[in-house]
């Protein structure tokens, strides 16, 4: 099968649904002739025209409501913003109004949009530019929260957010765009909801999100070397969330390392390990839960402070070996 | 005096005769019920402000939409609400608008073009333009009327949605019904302009204040501002000065604003305003128009009735209708 990057993987599956359905149209700031701030609708504005590529002025917090708006009455909008840290300023519309509309109604209409941006640190963007604020929306009810960690999962997940008849919030990561995967030329859908076992493996967990899944595999194979088998779990998808996967992985391995980006204090890592203590996985524990996250900072813009900010593999191998062999650990640390 | 159009029949006149006392009866109704405790929450009245909601809906045909705001009560009345399932939301019942979910500041009736009263002051005016481009890219002809007050075009959202209006000629006509004050805030000290109006100069877009108390005179100008619209020219902005009677929500001591001041804009009651116009006319008889008002107090008096026969929501239902399938 070909390989292509992550950045195509989502035109891709943008172009294809444009072509399958002519409710469905881009909007944003930059999209049109410039290809939107990481190139992901290059050559669309060519194919499809200024009417369903439509460029915006910088009117977050406009365009937000607009998608909403045009969502509500019929259409299926997809909503870039060129970065995620942005999203604070549309965040009305998405919580306020997306978000509520359908309950608030009692019922009646629906906000079939889809917001997809690009999160993540490792750029030198600094801190106003390399968030991951996925945590804050997956807080809130009435939203779908979607993190692909790559290509071929991307454009399985991105066909199946637009076809959702809710707002879905799509979180791509500036430093997957380059990579590349097998991803059929045909289009398919991903079910939202649905983990992937990216490795399996039979002496602990790792549940990983987006940029953070690489990571995971790597250190999954470093520990292999080391007779340590590691099992990779991606949700995909936080909400809805797939606590069944994840449950029955910890159920088999006994330990879990929960890994995200995001800074760790607030992060969703505390609501998958407490989907742990809450679940009858808690009782197949060897170890305790552990959970690494980004440091409690801004994200800064020196190369090695912003590498430091993000866990590492080494970071997730000391952490699989601590849970691997905790009982020594504890005798030393005790 | 206030003009009649010469083209409005008698039975249109008091068709809109009947729905300014709908809303005044509705408001007074729904203000009786919180003072006695019988209804919760909270809620905004828009009794004295009928003729904006009345005099600009009376121009939309059956498609077009509108976007209201947290005093929304008039807009939905006037695009044409079942008050039965309006009352019956604000007490919260199962067969209210929202099924008990919503409440006064979340009532929309879709299938009628109202895309819903908005809790947020200022959370319109995108979502107007987001109809408007379903509009226009699916070429259905509707016009969609954005309602808002003198306090939302404060609000960021007020700027960025005007402008992307006017770029993109999206069919949308935003009326502002300037009643004096955003909640305590009196216009005067917060804008340093006359009129609201004159901001559609910074988006060039037409700009028009009217007479907010005059349903004539809101009609002539959202009528003019629709037609724009409809016919591929872009938005407008409306602004119909007016006043509410009755303070901003529930716990409101009015301490902001005198009592001279109310007696004056209380003497513009746009209700009186057009019976005097209709009966100095000879349009109508006052047998006439003291039966419509009848009329209307019934029914709300039936709403009242409706609402407290029907059920309270089920707690099953807590749980459902956050996400579509």
């Known amino acids: ?334 | 005096m206030i003009q009649i159009p010469e083209h409005l029949s008698k039975e249109r006149l008091l068709d809109l005769y009947e729905q300014m006392w709908l809303i005044r009866y509705f408001d007074e109704k729904v203000d009786e019920f919180f003072a006695k405790g019988m209804i919760h929450g909270t809620t905004h009245l828009a009794v004295g402000q009928e003729a904006s909601a009345v005099g600009s809906c009376a121009v939309l045909k059956e498609e077009d939409k509108i976007t209201s705001t947290h005093r929304g009560h008039g807009h939905c009345i006037a695009k044409g609400a079942d008050i039965n399932k309006m009352m019956a939301e604000l007490f919260g019942r199962e067969t209210g608008y929202c099924k008990g979910k919503g409440g006064s500041m979340h009532i929309a009736d879709l299938d009628k073009g109202n895309l819903g009263a908005n809790g947020i002051v200022g959370g319109g005016f995108a979502i107007a333009n987001g109809a408007g481009l379903t509009s226009r890219m699916k070429d259905l002809g509707y016009v969609v009327l954005c309602f808002f007050g003198d306090g939302a075009s404060n609000e960021g959202s007020f700027h960025e949605a005007l402008n992307l209006a006017s770029i993109w000629d999206l069919p949308v006509v935003f009326i502002c019904e300037n009643n004096q004050y955003g909640m305590s805030g009196p216009v005067k000290d917060m804008i340093n302009i006359e009129h609201i109006a004159s901001r559609s100069g910074s988006y060039g877009i037409p700009g028009k204040v009217v007479d907010g108390n005059d349903v004539f005179d809101v009609m002539n100008a959202v009528g003019e501002a629709v037609e724009h619209a409809r016919e591929g020219n872009g938005p407008s902005l409306v602004e119909c000065k007016t006043y509410r009677w009755k303070g901003h929500s529930k716990s409101d001591a009015k301490k902001y604003r005198t009592r001279e001041e109310e007696k004056e804009w209380r003497d513009k009651d746009p209700i009186k305003r057009m019976k005097e116009a209709m009966l100095e006319k000879e349009i109508v008889t006052e047998e006439e128009v003291e039966e419509i008002k009848q009329q209307a107090k019934r029914k709300i008096e039936e709403s009242v009735e409706f609402s407290k026969e029907s059920p309270e929501p089920d707690l099953s239902t807590l749980l459902t209708d956050v996400y579509a399938d």
């Open chain 1, 1 to 334: 099968m070909r390989e292509i990057t992550y950045l195509e993987a989502v035109r891709e599956a943008l172009s294809q649904e444009m072509r399958e359905n002519e409710d469905v149209f881009m909007l944003g700031e930059d999209i049109g002739v410039y290809g939107g701030a990481f190139g992901v609708s290059r050559g669309m504005l060519e194919e499809f025209g200024s009417e369903r590529i439509r460029n915006t002025p910088i009117s977050e917090a406009a365009i937000s409501g607009t998608a909403v708006g045009a969502a509500l009455t019929g259409m299926r909008p997809v909503l870039e913003l060129q970065f995620s840290d942005f999203i604070t300023i549309a965040m009305d519309n998405l919580v306020n109004q997306a978000a509520k509309i359908r309950y608030m109604y009692g019922g009646k209409g629906s906000v079939p949009m889809v917001l997809r941006t690009p999160s993540g640190s490792g750029t030198g963007a600094a801190a106003q530019h390399s968030q991951s604020l996925e945590a804050w929306v997956a807080h809130v009810p009435g939203l779908k929260v979607v993190q692909p960690s790559c290509g071929s999962d991307a454009k399985g997940l991105l066909k199946a957010a637009i076809d959702d008849n809710n707002p879905v919030v799509f979180y791509e990561h500036k430093t997957l765009y380059k990579t590349s995967d097998h991803v059929p030329e045909e289009a398919y859908s991903i079910p939202l909801g649905k983990a992937d076992i990216k490795r399996e493996g039979t002496d602990a967990t790792i549940v990983a999100t987006a940029a953070m899944v690489p990571k995971a595999l790597e250190a999954a194979s470093k520990l292999a070397e080391e007779g340590i088998e590691t099992e990779v779990v991606d949700p995909r998808t936080l909400v809805p969330l797939d606590k069944e996967t994840i449950v029955e992985s910890v159920k088999k391995t006994g330990r879990l390392l929960v890994a995200h980006e995001a800074v760790k204090r607030g992060g969703f890592g505390g609501e998958i390990a407490s989907t742990i203590a809450e679940s009858e996985a808690f009782d197949f524990l060897d170890a305790p839960i552990m959970r690494l996250g980004g440091a409690e900072v801004p994200i800064p813009y020196n190369p090695n402070l912003e590498k430091a900010t993000v866990p590492s593999v080494e970071d997730m191998i000391d952490s699989v070996k601590q849970m691997v062999h905790y009982d020594t650990w504890r005798e030393n640390h005790g």
